[in-house]
């Protein structure tokens, strides 16, 4: 629409289902009456954080499910669950890593006209453990 941007995200990317090339196959379930292999992978980070992922697998190489726990302390990516139904499998036309119109013409966005600063109030959820801090915390802004 004529209010979309390009922006991009703020931390780098990774592949969330890497960790289940060091898993091991412990069983067997079924995802929405298909048969798959259960797979775990378990690491911990340099800095010391418990990363766990498991899968269900089924025969044709794509996963029905997939959980990944993280242990940070921002519950928004704590414990990710996705469940995959319906996949479809084979190559993808070029078409699909095109950038958006906005992305390939509107990026990056100029800056707000007459270059001012603007004040906003924000909010954060956390929990009592967590610090009061902001530093590589999601906000949300009052305005919605």
């Known amino acids: 629409g004529d209010g979309a941007i ?29 048969h798959c292999d259960l797979w775990y992978a378990a690491s911990t980070t340099k800095e010391g954080q418990n990363i766990t992922a498991s899968a269900c697998v089924a025969a044709d190489g794509v996963p029905r499910e997939f959980n990944m726990t993280t242990g940070m302390a921002y ?9 995959f139904s319906n996949p479809r499998i084979g190559a993808l036309s070029d078409d699909v890593f095109a950038p958006s119109e906005v992305c ?15 004040a906003l ?22 305005l919605g």
Not at 21 to 34: D, Y
């Open 121 to 142: 109030t924000l909010y954060r959820v956390h929990g009592k453990a967590e610090p009061y801090s902001l530093v590589n915390k999601n906000a949300g802004d009052a």
């Open 104 to 118: 390939a013409s509107k990026y990056p966005m100029p800056a707000c006209e007459g270059g001012s600063k603007q």
């Open 75 to 83: 519950k928004a990516v704590s414990e990710i669950k996705y469940t």
């Open 6 to 34: 390009c922006r991009t995200l703020p931390f780098a990317f990774y592949d969330q289902f890497a960790l289940l090339a060091l898993g091991t196959k412990t069983g067997s379930s079924s995802v929405a009456g298909v």
